[in-house]
């Protein structure tokens, strides 16, 4: 089986990929509309891509690709990221000037990244940003990323848990084209939804999903196809299984409209 991610070997996406499937050949992709293509296209059997992140929020590009009904979220994977800062051999933190990593990932260390006076350069991906600060080899400049990219890039790690928040954790989903029956012990869901435009009616969606047992862990408004109209995306627990699923989901909710089944997986906090 081969499982496709977003960004080039070591980064974080590819730890998790390889946490979850250390047996199988993975396949880095240089944005999500590729990777996304890819498990279309049958190049993958599996996306492992990230969704959340604990400091930052929603990976948005990944939610909007979600939509289209053709792929299902089958399992999620929690990846703890500590930043390290690496540089090139002879490099200070007084000689830095630039700082290189994906845009999260310079997010996510946004308040360090200020206070030293360093400008952050957005790059595809963390690894990426790493093996092109060892290519330019220049003591002005710096990247964001994985620990242990520092080896086989011949780099030096000048500071770790370089993060404004010490819980930052990112969560990935692993995505397959199709539909996927419902294991025994899959107890959340993600689902996106639109609601009537009148007051009060998402508070009315979220208490009918709360009245059928539902724990809404998650929620996250994007535009939908209609300009100022709002989609929502919840992730919520319920009950394991098949039974479970339908506990909350049938008959079909009155006060929801349409409404997609993003994909049902086990939790992976309990």
Same mark, same amino acid.
């Given at each position: 089986m081969r499982i496709g991610f977003q960004g080039e070997p070591l980064s974080y996406s590819d730890q998790a990929a390889s946490e979850l499937f250390p047996d199988e050949d993975r396949a880095g992709y240089s944005s999500f509309v590729a990777a996304f293509e890819a498990l279309r296209d049958g190049e993958v059997e599996l996306l492992? %891509?990230?969704?959340?992140?604990?400091?930052? =929020?929603?990976i948005l590009p990944v939610l909007d690709r979600l939509l289209p009904g053709k792929v299902h979220i089958i399992g999620e994977h929690l990846v703890e990221v500590q930043h390290c800062l690496l540089a090139a051999p002879g490099t200070s933190l007084d000689t830095i000037r630039r700082v290189h990593s994906h845009p999260?990932?310079?997010?996510?260390?946004?308040?360090?990244?200020?206070?030293?006076?360093?400008?952050?350069?957005?790059?595809?991906?963390? *690894?990426?940003a790493v093996r092109l600060v060892a290519e330019r080899n220049d003591p002005a400049e710096a990247a964001l990323g994985p620990e242990r990219a520092a080896e086989p890039f011949a780099l030096q790690v000048l500071a770790r848990q370089v993060v404004d928040r010490d819980h930052n954790t990112t969560r990935f989903v692993v995505v397959a084209a199709g539909e996927h029956p419902v294991s025994d012990d899959a107890d959340k869901t993600s689902i996106a939804f639109t609601t009537l435009h009148q007051p /009060?009616? !998402?508070? $009315?969606? +979220?208490?009918? $999903?709360? !009245?059928? =047992?539902?724990?809404?862990?998650?929620?996250?408004?994007?535009?939908?196809? &209609?300009?100022?109209? @709002?989609?929502?995306? %919840?992730? +919520?627990?319920?009950p394991p299984g098949e039974q479970g699923r339908k506990s909350v989901f049938?008959?079909?909710?009155?006060?929801? /409209?349409?409404?997609? $089944? +993003? =994909? &049902? @997986?086990?939790? *992976? $906090?309990g």
């Amino acid at each position: 089986m081969r499982i496709g991610f977003q960004g080039e070997p070591l980064s974080y996406s590819d730890q998790a990929a390889s946490e979850l499937f250390p047996d199988e050949d993975r396949a880095g992709y240089s944005s999500f509309v590729a990777a996304f293509e890819a498990l279309r296209d049958g190049e993958v059997e599996l996306l492992v %891509v990230p969704i959340e992140n604990s400091t930052t =929020g929603s990976i948005l590009p990944v939610l909007d690709r979600l939509l289209p009904g053709k792929v299902h979220i089958i399992g999620e994977h929690l990846v703890e990221v500590q930043h390290c800062l690496l540089a090139a051999p002879g490099t200070s933190l007084d000689t830095i000037r630039r700082v290189h990593s994906h845009p999260q990932a310079l997010s996510q260390a946004e308040a360090f990244i200020t206070h030293q006076g360093w400008d952050a350069i957005p790059e595809h991906d963390t *690894a990426g940003a790493v093996r092109l600060v060892a290519e330019r080899n220049d003591p002005a400049e710096a990247a964001l990323g994985p620990e242990r990219a520092a080896e086989p890039f011949a780099l030096q790690v000048l500071a770790r848990q370089v993060v404004d928040r010490d819980h930052n954790t990112t969560r990935f989903v692993v995505v397959a084209a199709g539909e996927h029956p419902v294991s025994d012990d899959a107890d959340k869901t993600s689902i996106a939804f639109t609601t009537l435009h009148q007051p /009060g009616a !998402l508070a $009315l969606a +979220l208490t009918e $999903l709360g !009245l059928r =047992g539902a724990n809404l862990t998650r929620i996250e408004s994007r535009p939908s196809d &209609t300009a100022w109209q @709002y989609r929502f995306f %919840v992730d +919520l627990t319920h009950p394991p299984g098949e039974q479970g699923r339908k506990s909350v989901f049938e008959p079909p909710l009155s006060t929801i /409209g349409d409404m997609r $089944l +993003l =994909g &049902t @997986y086990r939790a *992976a $906090l309990g």
